[in-house]
């Protein structure tokens, strides 16, 4: 491909969020969701009489859910294209506003649907066309409400939490973001942000250096953290316990699995890790040293090839339709329309924000991407990755409002999958040792941040969780739960010197306070995607039943999902062990070349 834009197209979205015609689109989205948000004080009973009435009410919520939604991400978009304009920072706030409104529509709505019998229910939902097209949606809208204090407690309990739980997660964010690290560089101190300091420099004192400042700069705020983190928890324990359920029921529920399936897949993650911890030893032997630190899982390999070299944004492209194209046509003829149409920005600028995303303007059935492109391969695996992202929001773009909408641990399965067909890909294409030795190096990398340092955090919160509901978890106390955690997950496999204690301090996933247990469906739908991978070659109607899984992650439960599309099920280890095979034939590749 050749003169692919650097820069998005948004106009055709929406009117700019300068303009008036804007401000007025902003204003109807509020009159429309208040409006709901009064009339679903009095949404009645649920029943045979009722069921068009509720039909008709769910079908404009889902249309309003869907127009605030694409406006918060045009806005997004916007902001993070020029990250100073301070109408784009108003327009985000004020949005974000409107979240009071949509929780007062769900309390009312699951509390109503809860007050039903099972057989009412049923009779309900198949009494409108409506409610049977949404069956999905509404039956897990009944069940999320078996997760909320009784009606008056959970909106007194909603209204406590601006001042509870939400505002211990915006003291971390307050205190997390005043963090600065002093490095040296050129023979001067100079202090950075947290974000702003890195662990790849190919020179070991470098790296070093870096992590024992960063360190330091976090553990000066460790007793803060720990009050913190300690509330956040202690909030979610006590209406745990009001509500006879454990600390995993809610993050569960919200991802649409079972506790059998997570045990599953972090016993089959914890048999057949050590794989992983050779591909450790083998990379310290590399280096030149007896055990690999902390500080060190991003160093470049010696001898890095021209895995390391620039790469122009042009070729970046075509390498990711070539291999979107590989796997299907579909996917490679979707993959070169989004950066045609220009869904995507990718243009190293002043003024943007930093990282990456891919945001869903639904009731466009568009996409837009976001991520600064600065030639190197990791920056095109990143845009495959994206492009993933908006490949999965497309296949689904026709299903109804409600059933569009996966849960986190399916959000990355196309994104990840992609990502593997890229890699696959490249490795194929290899023309010396030292470039598919990097190549696999990258990948496996991967692999331990999702099958190690994601099952350290796991065991960490688990054992936190436990600990907490007999008071108090000293900051001391969080970073021995976190040492030994690590210990456990990566198999001793790092230098005694090597661990890092403090992850609970610096890792931001633990104070986010809208969704306990973040970290475990990084890991479910990264081997979520490598299994189904290791299925394509299998058969030649793949593709198809690939496009038919990402439908159903909008309308299925986690297992039942993979159950239909491909005839496992998730509680059993078969599945998962197909995952790991994928990691294993890597570090043999790996273990080969060195």
């Given amino acids: 491909m050749q003169d692919c834009p650097l820069t998005w197209e948004l106009d ?9 015609e804007f ?35 769910l079908g404009e919520y889902g249309e309003a859910v869907s127009e605030l939604n694409s406006l918060g991400a045009f806005v ?31 309390t009312n709505i699951e509390f109503g649907l809860q007050a039903a019998s099972d057989e009412d229910f049923a009779a309900f939902l198949a009494a409108d066309e409506w409610l049977s097209e949404n069956a999905f949606f509404v039956t897990q809208a009944r069940k999320d409400a078996s997760l909320r204090l009784p009606r008056e407690l959970e909106l007194l309990a909603s209204e406590l939490d601006v001042d509870g739980i939400h505002a211990w997660g915006r003291l971390y964010d307050r205190v997390s973001g005043a963090v600065r690290v002093e490095v040296m560089e050129k023979g001067e101190v100079v202090r950075k942000s947290s974000g702003q300091v890195s662990f790849d420099s190919p020179l070991r004192p470098v790296r070093e250096n870096n992590f024992f400042a ?43 699995m079972t506790r059998e399936t997570l045990d599953t897949m972090w016993s089959v993650v914890s048999e057949r890790k050590k794989c992983l911890a050779d591909y450790l030893s083998a990379k310290a032997r590399l280096m030149g040293i007896e055990k690999l630190a902390m500080f060190d899982m991003d160093a470049p390999l010696p001898s890095a090839g021209s895995t390391g070299g620039q790469l ?55 996409s837009r991407i976001f991520m600064t492109f600065t030639g190197t391969v ?43 067909v890229l890699g696959e890909s490249q490795l194929a294409s290899c023309e010396c040792e030292n470039e598919k030795r990097s190549l696999l ?29 007999n008071g108090e978890v000293s900051s001391e106390q969080l970073s021995e739960f976190m040492m030994a955690a690590q210990k456990e997950s990566y198999r001793d496999a790092l230098a005694d010197d090597g661990w890092y204690p403090g992850a609970w301090i610096s890792k931001l996933h633990y104070y986010i306070t809208e969704w306990p247990f973040y970290n475990f469906p990084y890991t479910f739908g990264y081997l979520l995607s490598l299994g189904t991978y ?14 038919e899984f990402l439908v159903a992650t909008g309308c299925m439960s986690s297992e039942d999902a993979v159950q239909k599309s491909f005839g496992f099920d998730l509680r059993e280890p078969d599945f998962w062990n197909r995952s790991l095979d994928v990691v294993e034939n890597r570090v043999k590749q790996f273990l080969d070349l060195v």
């Avoid at 390498?319 to 590989?326: D, G, H, K, L, P």
């Avoid at 190096?441 to 994601?454: P, R």
């Fill in 534 to 547: 290791s299925l394509a070659k299998d058969s030649s109607d793949f593709p198809q039943q690939f496009k």
């Fill in 378 to 420: 990791d920056g095109m695996s990143t845009l495959a990755h994206e492009i993933g992202h908006a490949y999965h929001t497309w296949v689904l773009r026709d299903q109804p409002i409600f059933l569009r909408h996966y849960p986190m641990n399916l959000a990355e399965t196309a994104s990840t999958f992609a990502e593997a």
């Fill in 441 to 469: 190096d990258k990948m496996l990398s991967d692999s331990v941040a999702f099958l190690m340092n994601i099952h350290a955090r796991f065991l960490f919160e688990d054992r936190f969780h436990h600990e907490r509901p």
């Fill in 23 to 57: 401000h007025a689109t902003v204003e109807a989205a509020r009159a429309a969701l208040s409006g709901l948000a009064e009339r679903s004080d009095s949404l009645g009973t649920v029943g045979l009489e009722s069921a068009f009435a509720w039909g008709a009410f």
């Fill in 312 to 366: 122009s944004y042009d070729e970046a492209c075509t390498r990711t339709v070539e291999a979107a194209s590989s796997f299907s046509p579909d996917f490679g003829e979707f993959a070169e329309m989004s950066i045609r149409e220009r869904w995507i920005e990718v243009e190293d600028r002043e003024g943007k924000r930093q990282g990456g995303f891919c945001t869903d303007i639904g009731t466009r059935k568009q």
């Fill in 76 to 106: 997004t978009c916007h902001g993070s294209a020029d990250a100073a304009n301070r109408t784009f920072m108003k327009y985000e706030g004020e949005i974000a506003s409107f979240g009071p409104l949509v929780a007062k529509i769900c």
């Fill in 214 to 256: 960063f360190s330091k700069a976090w553990d000066e705020i460790a007793d803060t953290c720990a009050d913190a983190l300690n509330h956040i928890c202690g909030t979610r324990l006590t209406k745990y316990q009001r509500l006879g359920i454990d600390h995993l029921a809610v993050p569960l529920n919200m991802n649409r």
């Fill in 12 to 20: 055709s979205l929406y009117p700019h969020p300068e303009s008036d």
